[in-house]
């Protein structure tokens, strides 16, 4: 099933940047709509809207869905997303847009934001659970 996951991610982005010419960034997708004056934001929120039903369109056909669990207190999930935004505002972009399409495209930029990503998660992980015991 993730290499069918994958293989469609693949093709969702390829077929953006070739249809509408942009990166399948989801944070500046996400950031745009919140402006005025888009020409462009039927595909956008359909992208959106897209990533949002497909679990229950797998489901829907048989697919299990795994579990949903949260080991995190809803504070501690809530000051991490406000950073992942701040990260993602600081950094230019999110994994789907640097890692996911920046790469592909051999982006020298995405491709140094995404190891960055990278280094910094392993650190939190490591700094939260062992030195925190979070």
């Given at each position: 099933?993730?290499?069918?996951?994958?293989?469609?991610?693949?093709?969702?982005?390829?077929?953006?940047l070739?249809?509408?010419?942009?990166?399948?960034?989801?944070?500046?997708?996400?950031?745009?709509?919140?402006?005025?004056?888009?020409?462009?934001?039927?595909?956008?929120?359909?992208?959106?809207?897209?990533?949002?039903?497909?679990?229950?369109?797998?489901?829907?056909?048989?697919?299990?869905?795994?579990?949903?669990?949260?080991?995190?207190?809803?504070?501690?999930?809530?000051?991490?997303?406000?950073?992942?935004?701040?990260?993602?505002?600081?950094?230019?972009?999110?994994?789907?847009g640097?890692?996911?399409?920046?790469?592909?495209?051999?982006?020298?930029?995405s491709?140094?934001?995404?190891?960055?990503?990278?280094?910094?998660?392993?650190?939190?992980?490591?700094?939260?659970?062992?030195?925190?015991?979070?």
């Amino acid at each position: 099933m993730s290499l069918i996951g994958g293989l469609l991610i693949g093709a969702s982005t390829a077929l953006v940047l070739v249809l509408n010419g942009r990166i399948a960034g989801v944070s500046g997708m996400l950031g745009s709509l919140l402006e005025r004056d888009r020409s462009d934001t039927a595909w956008r929120v359909a992208f959106i809207v897209g990533l949002l039903i497909a679990p229950l369109v797998y489901r829907n056909f048989g697919g299990t869905l795994p579990p949903v669990v949260l080991d995190a207190p809803l504070g501690l999930l809530m000051v991490a997303g406000l950073l992942v935004g701040f990260g993602t505002r600081l950094g230019a972009g999110c994994t789907s847009g640097h890692a996911v399409c920046g790469i592909g495209r051999g982006s020298p930029r995405s491709i140094a934001a995404t190891l960055i990503f990278t280094a910094t998660a392993m650190i939190t992980v490591f700094v939260t659970r062992h030195v925190l015991g979070v």
